[in-house]
């Protein structure tokens, strides 16, 4: 038991997911040329106004609500000042002390299974600055096709107490931003990036200790790592009568270890003051119950209506839920077919493995439709379980029925009771002494008929029926 608790709390960046800037009709598109996605408003050019995006409002107040923030019926916006290459107009579009939402939570799920609830300070919205690059040759680039992007920020109360909890809040509020259409999700992207703060202080001391932040860590396997190592760091520090600082410190992965960026002791001033050149945003009632009455299932939600509505298990709805295009998928499939355990069955063990995610859009290689007339024929007795997977193998990534296949194939399993005991009682007269052990008890021995029917027909019958047609012919 370490004399240390770590208190963390994160502040996360997620780009809206608009198609146009947040105060400008510039592409939001990832990856174009550098500088061309850019207007004298996102340039910062004197005279131009911004103008807000209203979808950027709509996808905001969405994420705030479905933190269970409270919303502020006018807020305003206001400029934060800095100097940065990537900062164009010398300041950036924020929210400071009148954000549009505050006081929410999001209950995360800890590995025994106990929910534990984080308070979240406020979402306010803002625009993102541009990226600078020193690894293109002898000169830096500026690129400013990201600069006036929307962003919301997503600041938590320092609730969380370990490497561990503070990636399991980042999984949970990304899935959910993800599920309500807001954010893409895109960590190596950058359009969710955290930034986390970490102290520590002696267990059972409730001020809370000096905090470091640790700036944009691109992957949760890193979160967790960067945040156990500061506090290692910062136990080191008390322990040997030092002092934690107030400061900035990056991640190297490489070393495994934080470093000092920047320190904050002399108080970075943004001088913030209200933006002039842009109104208070007024969220008025019929606009908030527009976007309550639009909001999409919540992942939690859905999870639990599957296992109430389709009698999967708690596990299968878990995995048919990790991306709402497969969620949508499962459900597709199992109103066309009717068994959602079926349908759960043969998504996890086949199709799942198949399927590629790349933020909100999934490659599902095969339709419900084909899936739902592939688990058809298994119901049938027209296939086995076992063609079932090679016939999935050969749909797959095609727009061809199951049907063909199974008839191309001439896959036809034979479920013709007539045909398969004529063949069983052919086996009976040529195998007289097993026949007799089978009839005596030796029961290990129906799997010798039943093999030897299978040999025959070519693998090609129904095992039920061939079962059913050994018992039949020797009258047990
Ligand atoms: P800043 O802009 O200086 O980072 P903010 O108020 O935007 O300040 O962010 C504060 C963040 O730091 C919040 O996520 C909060 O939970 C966290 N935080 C504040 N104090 C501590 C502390 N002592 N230890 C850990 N986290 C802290
Ligand atoms: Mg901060
Ligand atoms: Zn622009």
Same mark, same amino acid.
């Given at each position: 038991?370490?004399?240390?608790?770590?208190v963390?709390?994160?502040?996360? !960046?997620a780009?809206?997911?608009?198609?146009?800037?947040?105060?400008?009709?510039?592409?939001?598109?990832?990856?174009?040329?550098?500088?061309?996605?850019?207007?004298?408003?996102?340039?910062?050019?004197?005279?131009?106004?911004p103008?807000?995006?209203?979808?950027?409002?709509?996808?905001?107040?969405?994420?705030?609500?479905a933190?269970?923030?409270?919303?502020?019926?006018?807020?305003?916006?206001?400029?934060?000042?800095?100097?940065?290459?990537?900062?164009?107009?010398?300041?950036?579009?924020?929210?400071?002390?009148?954000?549009?939402?505050?006081?929410?939570?999001?209950?995360?799920? #800890?590995?025994?299974?106990?929910?534990?609830?984080?308070?979240?300070?406020?979402? !306010?919205?803002?625009?993102?600055?541009?990226?600078?690059? !020193?690894?293109?040759?002898?000169?830096?680039?500026?690129?400013?096709?990201?600069?006036?992007?929307?962003?919301?920020e997503?600041?938590?109360?320092?609730?969380?107490?370990?490497?561990?909890?503070?990636?399991?809040?980042?999984?949970?509020?990304?899935?959910?931003?993800?599920?309500?259409?807001?954010?893409?999700?895109?960590?190596?992207?950058?359009?969710?990036?955290?930034?986390?703060?970490?102290?520590?202080?002696?267990?059972?001391?409730?001020?809370?200790?000096?905090?470091?932040?640790?700036?944009?860590?691109?992957?949760?396997?890193?979160?967790?790592?960067?945040?156990?190592?500061?506090?290692?760091?910062?136990?080191?520090? #008390?322990?040997?009568g030092?002092?934690?600082?107030?400061?900035?410190?990056?991640?190297?992965?490489?070393?495994?270890?934080?470093?000092?960026?920047?320190?904050?002791?002399?108080?970075?001033d943004?001088?913030?003051?209200?933006?002039?050149?842009?109104?208070?945003?007024?969220?008025?009632?019929?606009?908030?119950?527009?976007?309550?009455?639009?909001?999409?299932?919540?992942?939690?939600?859905?999870?639990?209506?599957?296992?109430?509505?389709?009698?999967?298990?708690?596990?299968?709805?878990?995995?048919?839920?990790?991306?709402?295009?497969?969620?949508?998928?499962?459900?597709?499939?199992?109103?066309?077919?009717?068994?959602?355990?079926?349908?759960?069955?043969?998504?996890?063990?086949?199709?799942?493995?198949?399927v590629?995610?790349?933020?909100?859009?999934?490659?599902?290689?095969?339709?419900?439709?084909?899936?739902?007339?592939?688990?058809?024929?298994?119901?049938?007795?027209?296939?086995?379980?076992?063609?079932?997977?090679?016939?999935?193998?050969?749909?797959?990534?095609?727009?061809?029925?199951?049907?063909?296949?199974?008839?191309?194939?001439?896959?036809?399993?034979?479920?013709?009771?007539?045909?398969?005991?004529?063949?069983?009682?052919?086996?009976?007269?040529a195998?007289?002494?097993?026949?007799?052990?089978?009839?005596?008890?030796?029961?290990?021995?129906?799997?010798?008929?039943?093999g030897?029917t299978?040999?025959?027909?070519?693998?090609?019958?129904?095992?039920?029926?061939?079962?059913?047609?050994?018992?039949?012919?020797?009258?047990?």
């Amino acid at each position: 038991m370490s004399r240390y608790e770590p208190v963390i709390g994160l502040e996360v !960046h997620a780009q809206l997911l608009t198609n146009t800037k947040a105060f400008c009709s510039c592409s939001t598109s990832f990856g174009g040329e550098p500088n061309t996605q850019v207007c004298p408003t996102c340039l910062g050019l004197p005279g131009a106004l911004p103008v807000l995006n209203a979808r950027a409002v709509q996808l905001a107040v969405r994420a705030a609500l479905a933190l269970g923030c409270k919303l502020r019926p006018h807020s305003r916006f206001a400029r934060k000042n800095y100097f940065y290459p990537d900062l164009p107009k010398g300041y950036q579009i924020s929210q400071f002390d009148e954000p549009f939402s505050e006081g929410g939570e999001l209950m995360i799920e #800890l590995e025994t299974e106990q929910m534990k609830r984080v308070r979240i300070t406020r979402v !306010h919205m803002e625009e993102d600055a541009g990226k600078s690059f !020193h690894d293109r040759g002898d000169d830096s680039i500026v690129d400013l096709n990201r600069s006036g992007v929307a962003l919301i920020e997503i600041v938590g109360e320092p609730d969380l107490r370990s490497g561990v909890e503070a990636a399991e809040y980042l999984r949970t509020l990304r899935e959910i931003l993800i599920f309500i259409g807001v954010n893409d999700g895109n960590l190596e992207e950058g359009s969710f990036r955290c930034d986390a703060n970490v102290s520590i202080r002696p267990s059972g001391e409730e001020t809370l200790g000096t905090r470091v932040e640790i700036k944009n860590i691109n992957s949760f396997k890193f979160v967790q790592k960067a945040i156990e190592h500061e506090v290692l760091r910062q136990e080191a520090v #008390l322990e040997s009568g030092g002092r934690i600082v107030h400061e900035t410190r990056g991640w190297d992965d490489k070393a495994g270890t934080t470093f000092p960026l920047r320190s904050k002791e002399s108080a970075q001033d943004y001088r913030y003051f209200p933006e002039p050149d842009l109104p208070p945003l007024v969220l008025d009632e019929a606009f908030i119950a527009q976007v309550s009455a639009s909001m999409p299932e919540l992942p939690r939600d859905k999870r639990t209506r599957f296992v109430s509505e389709y009698a999967i298990t708690s596990y299968a709805a878990q995995v048919l839920t990790q991306h709402p295009r497969v969620a949508a998928f499962f459900e597709e499939t199992t109103t066309l077919h009717g068994d959602g355990v079926k349908v759960a069955n043969f998504v996890q063990s086949e199709v799942l493995r198949d399927v590629e995610t790349k933020g909100l859009t999934a490659t599902i290689p095969i339709a419900p439709k084909q899936l739902t007339e592939l688990l058809n024929l298994v119901d049938g007795g027209k296939i086995s379980g076992k063609q079932a997977k090679e016939i999935y193998a050969k749909v797959k990534g095609t727009t061809r029925l199951p049907s063909e296949i199974v008839k191309e194939l001439g896959m036809e399993q034979v479920s013709d009771v007539g045909a398969i005991e004529a063949v069983v009682q052919r086996i009976v007269d040529a195998n007289p002494k097993q026949a007799e052990s089978l009839k005596g008890g030796k029961i290990g021995l129906m799997g010798f008929f039943v093999g030897q029917t299978m040999k025959e027909m070519g693998g090609a019958a129904n095992p039920a029926v061939v079962n059913a047609a050994i018992k039949k012919v020797l009258g047990l």
